[in-house]
């Protein structure tokens, strides 16, 4: 069971699904370096090279016994992070399990190399 939880959050870092979180705007006008308004871009800082080796790969096995603070955030973060993030991440660790226990899976015209069309589109997505 621990390991399907490593499996949901790489599948988190690769593919927020809200890649730049709510956007919010401050009651009064605040600067910051400049800007008044900033998007937080999750999907760049569970990319960022600094923190993550082998970004690009979906290597599950990266959670396990790690810390990991503001650089992996796809619920957001601080007092208007996600309510569901208790709710959703149960939600998957059962459905998933029970999908993957239940259902032989196999690649769909596997003989046929086929190219599944994988590349990313801008949006709030599942
Ligand atoms: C994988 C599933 C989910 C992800 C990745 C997700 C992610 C997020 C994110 C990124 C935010 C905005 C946080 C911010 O901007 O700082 C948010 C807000 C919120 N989410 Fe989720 N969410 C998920 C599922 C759910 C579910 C199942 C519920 C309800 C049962 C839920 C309820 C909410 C609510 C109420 C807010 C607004 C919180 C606020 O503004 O104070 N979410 N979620």
Known sequence: MDYIKEVIRER???HPPIPTLVPKEAMNVTELEGYEQVFINVWMMSR???YWEKLEEFWPERFLNS???FEFTPF??????CLGINFSTLTIECVLS???LSIDWGVL????NEVHDKSEAFGINS
């Open 76 to 81: 957001g973060s601080g007092r208007r992070r």
């Open 12 to 14: 988190l870092r690769m």
């Open 109 to 112: 015209n596997e003989n046929k």
């Open 67 to 69: 810390n990991r603070n």
């Open 48 to 50: 960022d090279p600094v």
């Open 98 to 100: 029970k999908l993957l």
